[in-house]
């Protein structure tokens, strides 16, 4: 059975300070990865996506870069926070296009 | 209905009632996903409709979709406290990139 696992659960950090938030996919070779960002009370929206090792394109715009440096893993990170930046991130994956499978999230609150 | 940067809406029902979300989409598609999201939770896919399905039916829950006028819907018949939760409708708009609506969330009192 694939599983995903999110690092870390939750984060608090100051306005300016560097992040890296993980994302970790086992049992799937070859995934679909997504990065997606909520607001509190918010939709998603897609920030990154990406379909193979060293590949990723980016969505939208937020200050904000990823990487897939193995087949399983997914990172998304900034040298420099913005109080924007606070809200939920979650990663999922998918195959063939179809549907996404989430992580459950990492709360980041940037004070 | 939901569609893109909108806010949450809120639906609040009692028990036993049937609730409908609405969904609209502003790019062709040929799949419909809706998800529910339970709080601090990341969303998990429910139900989905292709373009040549004009209802799908999951237990109590039925979608619908109208390709014509880019819309979707998801009923719940029956609902329980526990169909308490954040529900959105999502659909690809090319390629990878996979757009959400709004959100609609439901609130089941006993």
């Known amino acids: 059975a694939q599983t995903i696992h999110q690092w870390p659960v939750a984060e608090i950090k100051a306005v300016g300070s560097p992040l890296s938030l993980g994302c970790t996919i086992k049992?799937?070779?070859?995934?679909?990865l997504y990065w997606y960002w909520q607001a509190t009370g918010g939709t998603l929206q897609q920030l990154f996506y990406?379909?193979?090792?060293?590949?990723v394109e980016s969505v939208v715009q937020l200050n904000l870069s990823a990487s897939r440096p193995k087949d399983d893993q997914f990172i998304l990170s900034t040298e420099k926070l913005l109080l924007s930046h606070s809200g939920f991130y979650l990663c999922?994956?998918?195959?063939?296009?179809?549907?996404?499978?989430f992580g459950h999230g990492t709360k980041l609150s940037v004070l | 209905s939901q569609w893109g940067e909108e806010n949450l809406q809120a639906l609040s029902i009692q028990e036993g009632e049937d609730v409908t979300m609405n969904c609209s989409y502003k790019?062709?598609?040929?799949?419909v996903h809706w998800y529910r999201q339970d709080s601090g939770r990341g969303p998990a896919l429910i139900i989905l409709?292709?373009?040549?399905?004009r209802e799908k039916r999951s237990g109590r829950l039925r979608a619908t979709l109208d390709t014509s006028s880019q819309s979707s819907s998801l009923s719940i018949t029956a609902a329980q406290c526990e169909d308490t939760a954040v529900y959105f409708c999502a659909t690809r708009t090319g390629g990878y990139k996979v757009v959400f609506g709004s959100g609609t969330r439901l609130l089941v009192s006993p």
């Open positions: 049992g799937k070779s070859s995934p679909n």
């Open positions: 999922a994956w998918s195959t063939s296009n179809e549907r996404l499978f």
């Open positions: 409709i292709r373009s040549n399905e």
């Open positions: 790019t062709y598609t040929t799949v």
């Open positions: 990406s379909i193979t090792v060293g590949q």
